[in-house]
């Protein structure tokens, strides 16, 4: 006669005991899946866990979404992402901010069908080249991590839309950043930045681009080619002049770098002023 584990299951798992969940985990492991669904629901509440035990992972196959923000307790296990996050075949929003991750895994290339990435306040200092498999992203947002570097197979984002990469530790961009075609929004506030790639200006279908508080000196002529471009965010670097190519950007909004004080309107470092509103001292 079988013994029905589920209550002393659930027991474990609504402890709010870490050892006590772990111990759970291994029961529910070597049970192989015989357990109600009130169990299935509490052991999906530590997803980190059902991947280090292999648990549940019917529903990992089928799942759409994931947000692991404000799990029930820390987890040590967790600093690293399992190989097995490569099996989430059908996610299309992942959320895997506030933890301390300091690199992601091969298999982040795997998610075929994800459309949106949250990478929020970890620990991560570059990006694995898989990341370039990712076809449909269509937003990524590495805020307030300590990035060097983008991976030029950045590049291959076809689909993406939105990059946001503010207080990072970037010093430079790579050129296959002119790739991404359809992206509309890059936010490269707090970042270490000293000069931008010519091939900045391919981004055909930019709209938004925030360089605040950077270090840069200079910007690239070919920001003239952004003709999409509505809004541009200078302050808190050390430009004393835009590239005179810039001035044919009709659509274009501008906050500009305090060092042009010489050339333009007062308000020109407070709010975001026309292109046409400058003196014609501001290009160089």
């Known amino acids: 006669m079988e013994i029905d584990q589920d209550p002393k299951l659930l027991q474990l798992l609504e402890s709010r005991d870490q050892h006590n969940i772990e111990l759970a985990f291994q029961l529910c492991k070597s049970l192989q899946g015989n357990y109600g669904e ?6 999906r ?11 549940e992972e019917c529903y990992f196959r089928n799942l759409e979404a994931w947000d692991f923000m404000g799990m029930p307790i820390p987890n040590p296990i967790f600093r690293e992402l399992p190989e097995a996050i490569g099996n989430l075949k059908k996610v299309k929003r992942l959320n ?5 991750l300091a690199t992601l895994p091969k298999e982040i290339g795997e998610l075929n069908e994800l459309r949106r990435f ?7 200092e570059s990006l694995p080249a898989d990341i370039g498999d990712l076809v449909n992203l269509q937003k990524l ?6 990035m060097t570097k983008l991976p030029r197979e950045i590049g291959y984002l076809q689909s993406l839309q939105e990059l946001n990469l503010v207080n990072n530790q970037l010093k430079n961009l790579p050129k296959t950043i002119g790739m991404l075609k359809k992206l509309q ?20 279908n930019l709209q938004i681009l925030n360089l605040e508080h950077n270090d840069l000196s200079h910007l690239p002529k070919s920001l003239g080619d952004l003709e999409n471009l509505r809004q541009l965010n200078l302050w808190g670097n050390h430009l004393t002049y835009l590239p005179k190519e810039m001035r044919r950007l009709s659509k274009l909004k501008i906050r500009l770098d305090t060092h042009m004080l010489k050339f333009a309107p007062p308000k020109a470092f407070t709010e975001y002023v026309a292109v046409q509103e400058l003196d014609e001292g501001v290009f160089g």
């Open 45 to 55: 509440k530590y997803l980190e866990y059902c991947f280090t035990y292999e648990v």
């Open 38 to 43: 009130e169990v299935a629901k509490k052991l």
């Open 185 to 204: 929004v890059l936010d490269l506030e707090r970042n270490d930045l000293e000069e931008l790639p010519m091939d900045i200006g391919r981004l055909a």
């Open 141 to 146: 947002n590495l805020n307030d991590n300590i």
């Open 96 to 100: 895997l901010s506030h933890h301390k």
């Open 118 to 124: 949250y990478l929020v306040n970890n620990q991560l």
